[in-house]
Every structure is written in C-alpha cells, then in structure tokens.
C-alpha cells in the first residue's frame, strides 16, 4: 500500500510502502514521555520505502528502552514527530508516526508492545463520555 505524509505545517511531506495490517502501539514509558501521551501508534514502513518529497526531517538519536540506538525524525519548524528509524542512514526500517499518515484510518494495529507501562486508565478508556466538540460548560 502506497501511503503518504506530512507534519503539521506542511514543511515535510513524504512518501513510502506499508502493509495495511503492519500498525502497532507501543506503551514504553520513552514513547509516553516523547510523545506526551499514554502511547505511541505506529505504522512500519517497508524497508529502505521512505522518501521526502518536500524538506528535511531534524534527527535527535537516542537510546531506546531496548538498549537499541533510534533515531527520532521530526520537523524542525512544527515540531510535529514523523519517524524513528535505526541510526544508520543505510537499510532503514522506519516506524511512521500513525498521526502523521494521510491514510491513518486504513490502518488496526496488530499488537501492543511495552504492555507493562501500560498506563491503568486506558483499560477504562470506553467508559468515559465521548464529544463531538469540546464540551460547553
């Protein structure tokens, strides 16, 4: 499946390959903190498919809870986080920020990794009120 990308601002965009069924969440207290959320959703790209049609993503490396060395893409001027991929520029595999994705309603994750960090609430998470907008007071 053809997909592509952007940031917020639309500095960024890109282009790359994924299986409609490759999505998955990750409850990593690093994913929590980089994303300030309780979890990060994220669709994995074929390898070596990625490619910036407009710009160029800044990388910040760190070390992932793994032990392994990520690099993290997200655009200089929004801010707004695109990728992690490995630290090589070569043979990257690149996991796409599912909320960047154009198509990201294509996409059911398939599994949930870090469940430990899981934050307690989320099991509840279907009980609590849904709005359409923000709710007047």
Not at 99 to 116: E, H, L, M, T, Y
Request: glycine share 8%.
């Amino acid at each position: 499946m053809e997909i592509t990308g952007s940031c917020y601002c639309g500095e960024i965009k890109y282009q790359a390959k994924s299986q409609n069924n490759n999505a998955l969440v990750c409850h990593c207290s690093d994913c929590q903190r980089m994303s300030s959320g309780p979890f990060r959703a994220v669709i994995i790209a074929e390898p070596n498919s990625v490619v910036f049609t407009q710009g160029e993503p800044k990388e910040f490396v760190k070390t992932a809870q793994s032990g392994n060395k990520r690099a993290q893409g997200f655009c200089g001027t929004c801010g707004t986080t695109l990728y992690a991929t490995n630290e090589a520029k070569e043979d990257r595999v690149y996991g796409l920020r599912i909320g960047a994705v154009d198509q990201r309603d294509a996409f059911k994750p398939s599994a949930q990794i870090w469940a430990k960090s899981t934050l307690s609430w989320l099991s509840d998470l279907h009980e609590v009120p849904a709005f359409d907008t923000t709710p007047q007071n």
